[in-house]
Nanobody, 123 residues
Framework: QDQIVESGGGDVQPGGSLRLSCTGS????????LGWFRQAPGKEREGVAC????????YYADSVQGRFTISRDNAKNTLYLQMNSLKPEDTAMYYCAARDRPGNCDPSHHSIWGKGTQVTVSS
């Protein structure tokens, strides 16, 4: 059974950093475009950053451009999201998802999802 598991979330003060990781079992990440998504209470799920199967191209939401970096290690079947200069508005559940068909960093284009890891930014 294809499964994705996220880790690395937690509580952090504004201006701090976190590194999220996402690993897959039952599926080879190199066969998929991957992305990080987030959903805050009362808001729709949104694309944060996405990356092609080879590491390119990358896409970032305007709200995280210059602060977050997405990367992948296909040999380790792992996706990462380095988050720096975190802000309270970054507080959300963060999800990793895989896409194996044409599309973009739209949540509806991704078919395999993890259960998420919570990120809370507050002082």
């Amino acid at each position: 059974q294809d499964q994705i598991v996220e880790s690395g979330g937690g509580d952090v003060q504004p201006g701090g950093s976190l590194r999220l990781s996402c690993t897959g079992s039952g599926l080879r990440f190199e066969d998929y475009n991957l992305g990080w998504f987030r959903q805050a209470p009362g808001k729709e799920r949104e694309g944060v950053a996405c990356i092609g199967w080879s590491g390119l191209p990358t896409y970032y939401a305007d709200s995280v451009q210059g602060r977050f970096t997405i990367s992948r290690d296909n040999a380790k079947n792992t996706l990462y999201l380095q988050m720096n200069s975190l802000k309270p508005e970054d507080t959300a559940m963060y999800y990793c998802a895989a896409r194996d068909r044409p599309g973009n960093c739209d949540p509806s284009h991704h078919s395999i999802w993890g259960k998420g890891t919570q990120v809370t930014v507050s002082s």
